[in-house]
């Protein structure tokens, strides 16, 4: 074969597993450190996600930002808690393994870190060299979340981090480490999605909590993350400039609770949406908080006499009992929501978190939600992009989504260049491999 028939080959291969991983939706599970660090209560241990192989992508939630570099946030747990996740590629040799940064409070530590030239490599460098260090696969930036003020400096750290993970991937040829970032529901002032999309491998788009028991005025029960909510956060940041390749959305393991006002005395009346309340619900008896619902503790209280109803504006599910009413998804709601992901040739979807589902299988199997969703993606996708076949037809290219417009999004900040500020390529390299012999 001559090299201009092995060149086209190359490209038409390219072209072919870049359109099978299109339409293969990806599984994203959050994996918070303090359910792992619940010792006495239900405790949940790395391997017993294992058998399951449901998450293609583990997000371990989170590092905090100290000094203007990653930092554990909670002891030296950390180290273990790797090496376990890397030995679940074991069996499961594909598994993405990232590392979440932020998280709930962190928007004055990003806020810092990104504000200048310096501080941006600093991370990105440190960044690399925890990843590397621990043998993870990516960084899921949380930042939570970035002001009006921040937008700027929000698509800058992002575009740092991408360019050091490039020139460490050229390096060492080795692969690219992957970067991600996660936004609020709504396209706000904060971010620059044009930006955004030129640097990262996938957003993580927060669909759920759209209503909730915070507040001081009157509260009324209402959906935490209904469809029609979840479709519009989507539609919209599709609108604003990132692809439906790049977007993920979010599927809450979780419920939103409220205390009503008048106990419901085990009426047989439908105690539906916007009953008056007094505030959020009492904790339940594995998760102690006030205000949200495992969907473990649901299904146990489903099957300990509260009375379950399905909304049909928002095809999620509710249930109450005495004084007690709670919002939440099951494997029905899910279901729609990952084949509507599906139907519009999205990256995936992405839970919060694996350790609020029925891992211990209280109500039947374990990992309900998880086998829900897994159960939704069309298998003829999973198996054909899980062992692809060269002697398949290529696909015509214009079966993919024609690109979005983004005429229904003006930004305030129409950003110019973000480059220019940015130090010379021979800088980053210099700082980045300073900083990476620095600490090996
Ligand atoms: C840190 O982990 C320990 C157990 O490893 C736990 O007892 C403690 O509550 C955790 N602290 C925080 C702030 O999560
Ligand atoms: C890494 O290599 C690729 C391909 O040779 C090149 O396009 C890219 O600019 C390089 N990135 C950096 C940061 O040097
Ligand atoms: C609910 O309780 C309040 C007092 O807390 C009372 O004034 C009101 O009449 C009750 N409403 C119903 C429908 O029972
Ligand atoms: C509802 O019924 C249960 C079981 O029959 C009972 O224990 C509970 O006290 C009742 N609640 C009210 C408010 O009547
Ligand atoms: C949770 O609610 C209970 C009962 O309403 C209350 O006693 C407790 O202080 C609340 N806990 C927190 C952390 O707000």
Do not use: R
């Given at each position: 074969m001559d090299m201009s028939s092995f060149a086209w080959l190359s490209l038409l291969l390219a072209e072919f597993s870049r359109w099978t991983s299109a339409g293969d939706l990806r599984v994203q599970c959050y994996l918070p450190e303090w359910t792992l660090s619940?010792?006495?209560?239900n405790p949940f241990r790395i391997s017993d996600i294992a058998p399951t192989k449901a998450c293609d992508v583990i997000i371990y939630a989170f590092f905090k930002i100290e000094d203007g570099v990653p930092a554990p946030t909670n002891g030296s747990k950390y180290r273990q808690h790797f090496a376990q996740l890397n030995d679940?590629?074991?069996?499961?040799?594909?598994l993405e393994i990232l590392l979440g940064v932020g998280g709930w409070g962190s928007g004055k530590e990003f806020a810092s870190t990104s504000s200048n030239p310096a501080s941006r490599i600093k991370f990105a460098s440190a960044v690399v060299t925890t990843l590397r260090r621990w043998s993870l696969d990516g960084v899921n930036i949380d930042w939570q979340f970035p002001e009006p003020a921040g937008a700027r400096d929000h698509a800058l750290l992002l575009q740092s981090l991408r360019e050091a993970f490039e020139l460490e991937a050229n390096k060492t040829q080795r692969e690219r480490l992957k970067l991600t970032t996660t936004v609020t529901q709504t396209v706000r002032l904060g971010y620059l999605p044009k930006e955004i999309a030129k640097y990262v491998d996938g957003v993580n788009v927060l669909t759920y909590d759209y209503k909730g028991n915070w507040g001081s005025t009157v509260q009324k029960t209402a959906v935490n993350a209904g469809f029609p909510d979840v479709r519009k956060s989507v539609t919209d940041w599709i609108n604003a400039g990132i692809t439906p390749a790049e977007l993920s959305l979010g599927i809450p393991f979780y419920g939103r609770t409220w205390t009503l006002t008048n106990d419901t005395g085990n009426t047989t009346r439908d105690v539906g949406m916007g009953h008056e309340a007094i505030g959020p619900g009492v904790g339940g008896f594995l998760t102690y908080d006030n205000g949200t619902l495992s969907y473990t503790e649901i299904c146990i209280n489903l099957k300990t006499g509260w009375t379950r109803k399905t909304d049909p504006a928002s095809s999620t599910s509710y249930a109450y009992s005495g004084n007690q009413w709670v919002s939440y998804d099951d494997d029905d709601s899910i279901s729609i929501k990952v084949k509507w992901a599906e139907s519009q040739n999205m990256k995936g979807v992405f839970i919060w978190h694996i350790g609020l589902d029925d891992r211990q299988g209280a109500c039947g199997p374990k990992f309900p939600l998880l086998a829900a969703i897994r159960k939704a993606i069309s298998p003829s996708t999973k198996a054909m992009s899980k062992t692809p076949n060269p002697t398949f037809d290529i696909p015509v290219p214009s079966t993919r989504p024609s690109p979005p417009s983004s005429a229904s999004y003006n930004p305030v900040h129409t950003s110019s260049s973000l480059g220019r500020n940015e130090p010379s390529k021979a800088i980053l390299i210099g700082f980045l491999f300073a900083f990476v012999n620095l600490i090996c």
């Open positions: 619940n010792e006495g209560n679940l590629k074991e069996a499961q040799p594909d």
